[in-house]
């Protein structure tokens, strides 16, 4: 057993644990500390993942997957947290438990990195369970703050019901197919009735995890009563973890079987229809922004609806990786401005703080798939997936989601920069604007360089199932 | 050559938007000099023209499936690029002060410009879509920023519908491209290739997909519901690039699109687009003559003048009738583009300087102005009589260009359009009587300002090509060159 595949798992832990000790020695004042420890961890982390990037095997006994899906998505989870972490020194610094924050959010991650590369239903239920657990956590922060402690609870109260039936789905499905290991499963087909169901528990946990219908509802709570930088980290880095999981999980069943694929695209379609519905009404930004999350978890789908074609697993990353840096560019600015979130805080924002509101616009037009963005490119390659993949039908209903959507974007847009103010808002530290301006400079780079991504990317995802999926 | 008329417009956009220290006549300055560039540049580009995708460009973009930013004209697409520089330059010069954040306005007037030189020049259909999006953005916070009236609602209707029909044409477009051979999204190629020639159902739901979008654009009747407030509620010189350029934009997507990359299944649904067009023609004249607001009529004649466009490409991809009937027709439509570019442009800068003078568009408002501005009833006049298609005035050329070629091929369908021109003829007379002769108003009493140096000097610039191509068309059309863009054998 090589722990060196581990690698980048094993800098994340040893930097949690590192600094839940720094926590615990050091002055509060100097808590700001831990935050600069946690991203020199990810850092490395992020060294070691890059360092991997070419393999395409699976290791300790079949469990874990090193492959291109794996080495991409450790470095996009890992990017995501460093951004969410450079949001959160100012916004915790009157927090007792400030140094600790780092350490859940840091476990969390973990979590997530072990959901992304699991390829063995044990370790999947591993990582989604750490990544919940540390995830109500960090939605609950702010203990005294009722609509934080509620957030925190409806995360909770879905996630533990998921949770459970996720396990229950891996014992029907090891039940019925005498192993738990994706090496085992490939290719073979779940017809009857008990795997069926194990494999629909199963995928509900991971819906879960993704923030899509039916376990969807928790993503608007947590985003409007999460602290903001943890709000952050919530709707993107598990949101990765289980769309890449999905993908790989889906991968598994035989391409002749395509109740699941169907079953998925049904999905995808009521997720970004229900999530842009909802949002249209906000009247908090952040609320908002979580319902917003709900329907890009839609468009996510798509790939997966399609898992198995050459483009499907490209065309996930990229558009994670657009939706990550829009996201988090989005509640940057939400941080920045001290978490204000009454949509008519932000009317004239143009004039009196036109970086913070070119980012947020930016970032939402980057969401509705305009381009030169990184999210057009996203967007672009689900299209593209999905038509060749023969569903026309759901990039039809994912365009006229795209234009709902565009909708309620411009309700913030609009007011920022046609309506004036005389006061200007207070911002939050430097190390949020920073961050806040990198995943803004984030969704004009990864369109650019998506491109060399896609043609020179190894974007392998493993276990390939014996029989190729063919498109039509 | 062509990529720098494009980023050097737009690198000039985003270097006034970052130097606040700039004051109002400064940006405006600025903004002139920049703007005049990509027309030098073309200038260039056509006198060194051989003929139908010169000056081309490539650098690749995502090669895996075939995407680069390719650029190169035709005759079709370096004519208007040429009558949208003009068009752009106008609206840049056009005298706004006193204007609010005005460097921002210019940034927006030049990154326009870029976007809609960029969308005629592309050879690769998503570097098309990319332009053809943002040029929804740029008009959106036009509209919505230095707009009055309704002016938000109004610009978030327009960003709305085109964004719909823009996403359609995403959809076409990916699947164009993965009808090809080998996926590429290079124009070339998808034209010389003309996939989908055979695959019925799908070929169809990819033209629906094509005209609705490009339909919106346009605007066909009855997606046209946007362009009225749009209008209405812009700065003058935003609805004069509206109008101008980028409803040309959709006319411009049909040619490319719909009649040369897929002729086959154009040539079984010209039928129908063509009977779309003649309603729009129709719609759009009668509309507009029972409008009582200047700006408003104006718009509606939009709808009627893009319909003889449309009616021209559908006429040319019809497959019936003569060879030579259909280059006319495609001919008249790619010179009314111009001509409406032109005509239109200069009447919505017109209707600005109503609004810049009295804040107000009721036409029965006002009258008797030739009394007291002569110029600017003598600009109004001439161009009012160029839109209604008066012989020696480009919108004659085109209209008799069209009809021409609409006579042979859909008779009935061509003759009902005429009708169109009546009612136009008859709308414009109207409004010049009503504005510009007859009673004299409150609004209209002595101190009614007339045409500044500046203003005529831009209304002269943009009238005086609409009198040239009127009275010697013959350098427009060979630069068109029609006959060369129609798909062979169709």
Redesign the interface.
């Known amino acids: 057993m090589p722990v060196g595949d581990l690698a980048p798992e094993l800098a994340v832990l040893l930097t949690a644990v590192g600094v839940l000790i720094l926590a615990m020695f050091l002055p509060h004042r100097h808590h700001a500390a831990c935050a600069w420890t946690a991203v020199g961890g990810l850092a490395t982390a992020g060294l070691f993942a890059l360092d991997q990037l070419q393999e395409s095997r699976l290791t300790f006994s079949g469990t874990f997957a090193l492959d291109g899906a794996t080495g991409w998505t450790r470095l996009l989870i890992l990017s995501a947290t460093a951004l969410c972490v450079l949001l959160a020194p100012r916004w915790f610094a009157s927090d007792r438990r400030h140094g600790e924050f780092y350490a859940v959010l840091l476990f969390s991650t973990l979590g997530a990195m072990a959901m992304a590369g699991a390829a063995d239903l044990m370790q999947l239920v591993m990582g989604v369970l750490l990544s919940s657990i540390t995830g109500y956590t960090l939605a609950a922060y702010h203990r005294n703050w009722a609509i934080s402690l509620e957030a925190g609870m409806k995360y909770f109260l879905v996630g533990a019901l998921a949770n459970a039936l996720m396990v229950i789905g891996v014992v029907l499905v090891m039940g019925m197919m005498g192993t738990t290991g994706y090496e085992g499963l490939a290719g073979r087909p779940m017809t009857d009735a008990l795997t069926l169901t194990g494999l629909m528990l199963l995928l509900a946990g991971l819906f879960f995890k993704l923030g899509a219908v039916p376990a969807h509802a928790w993503m608007p709570d947590v985003a409007e009563g999460a602290p903001a930088p943890a709000a952050a980290f919530l709707t993107v880095v598990p949101k990765i973890a289980a769309a890449v999981a999905l993908i790989r999980l889906v991968q598994l069943i035989p391409a002749g079987d395509s109740a699941v694929r169907l079953l998925i695209a049904i999905v995808a379609a009521a997720t970004m229809t229900l999530g842009n519905l909802a949002a249209l009404w906000q009247t908090d930004v952040r609320r908002l922004i979580g319902w917003s999350s709900v329907s890009q978890s839609g468009y996510a789908l798509m790939a997966v609806a399609v898992a198995g074609s050459a ?1 499907a697993l490209p065309a996930l990353l990229i558009f994670l990786a657009a939706y990550a840096a829009a996201n988090i560019a989005a509640f940057g600015v939400v941080t920045y401005l001290r978490g204000r979130t009454e949509l008519r805080d932000y009317s004239g924002l143009f004039g009196t703080r036109p970086f913070a509101a070119t980012v947020l616009v930016i970032a939402f ?1 980057s969401l ?5 963005l990184a999210g ?2 996203g967007k ?1 390659a689900l ?2 997936a999905a ?2 993949g023969g569903l ?1 039908w759901l ?2 209903i994912a ?2 989601n ?2 709902l959507s ?2 309620y974007y ?1 309700r913030v847009a ?1 007011p920022m ?2 309506e004036r103010r005389e006061d200007t808002p207070q911002t939050l530290g430097r190390s949020a604007g920073l961050a806040t301006v990198v995943a803004g400079a984030l969704i004009f780079i990864l369109s650019a360089s ?2 060399g991504l ?2 020179g990317a190894n974007i392998t995802l493993l276990p390939q199932p014996p029989v190729e999926y063919h498109s039509e | 050559m062509l990529s720098l008329a494009v980023l050097i417009p737009l690198a000039g956009a985003l270097t006034l938007a970052l130097m606040p220290q700039l004051r109002e006549a400064q940006a405006r300055t600025a903004a002139i000099a920049v703007a005049a560039v990509p027309l030098v540049l073309l200038l260039l580009v056509w006198i060194g023209f051989d003929g139908a995708f010169a000056s081309v460009e490539e650098v ?6 075939g ?1 680069a930013w390719r650029m190169g004209v035709d005759g079709i697409s370096l004519s208007l690029g040429l009558m949208s520089a003009v068009v752009f330059l106008a609206a840049v010069a056009w005298p706004m002060a006193p204007l609010p954040r005005a460097r921002a306005y210019y940034a927006w007037l030049l990154f326009l410009t870029g976007v809609s030189l960029g969308l005629f020049f592309a050879l690769d259909m ?1 570097v098309f ?2 332009f053809f ?2 040029s ?2 740029g008009m ?2 036009l509209i ?2 230095w707009g009055h009236g309704e ?2 609602a109004a ?2 209707k327009f ?2 519908y085109t ?2 029909g823009s ?2 044409i ?2 076409g477009i ?2 164009l491209a ?1 009808s090809m051979p080998e996926t590429t999204f290079d124009m070339r190629a998808v034209i010389a290739e003309a996939p989908l020639a055979r695959s019925g159902l799908t070929a169809s739901l990819v033209l629906l997909a094509f005209v609705i979008g490009f339909g919106i654009k346009t605007p066909l009747f009855p997606v046209h519901t946007w362009l009225p407030p749009a209008h209405v509620d812009a700065p003058g010189p935003a609805s004069a690039i509206l109008a101008g350029v980028l409803l040309k934009m959709g006319t411009y997507g049909m040619v490319r699109f719909l009649l040369q990359m897929m002729p086959d299944t154009f040539s079984r649904w010209a039928l129908p687009v063509a009977i779309v067009a003649v309603i729009s023609i129709l719609w759009g004249a009668f509309v507009a003559l029972g409008q009582g607001n200047l700006k408003r009529r104006i718009a509606y004649t939009s709808v009627n003048h893009m319909g003889y466009t449309v009616l021209g490409i559908a006429v040319a991809g019809s497959a019936l009738g003569t060879e030579a009937a259909r280059a006319m027709a495609l001919t008249g439509a790619v010179v009314e583009m111009i001509a409406h570019g032109l005509i239109t442009g200069s009447l919505f800068l017109i209707a600005g300087a109503f609004w810049q003078r009295r804040q107000d568009y009721e036409m029965n408002h006002y009258g008797g102005i030739a009394g007291v501005a002569p110029k600017l009833t003598g600009a109004a006049a001439l161009a009012s009589f160029a839109s209604l298609g008066l012989p020696g005035l480009a919108g004659f050329v085109a209209e008799l260009h069209i009809f021409l070629g609409a006579f042979v091929v859909y008779p009935w369908l061509a003759a009902i359009g005429l009708i169109g021109i009546l009612i136009t003829a008859a709308l414009f007379l109207q409004m010049l009587r009503q504005v510009f002769f007859g009673e004299v108003t409150s609004q209209t009493d002595s101190v009614f300002p007339d045409l500044t140096r500046s203003e005529v000097l831009v209304l002269s610039g943009m009238l005086a090509l609409v009198v040239l191509i009127g009275v010697w068309p013959l350098w427009l059309l060979d630069l068109i060159d029609a006959a060369a863009a129609l798909p062979a054998g169709a």
């Open positions: 483009v037009l509705v798939g305009i381009p030169p057009f490119v672009f299209f593209l038509l060749e026309a990039a039809v365009v006229a795209s234009v565009l909708v411009l609009a920069a046609f998506a491109g896609w043609s | 690749p973009w995502m090669p895996a499936i995407i998503i879509y990319v999006d943002l929804l953005v959106y916070f919505g920023r002016a938000q610009a978030l960003f709305v964004l719909a996403l359609l995403l959809i990916i699947v993965l």
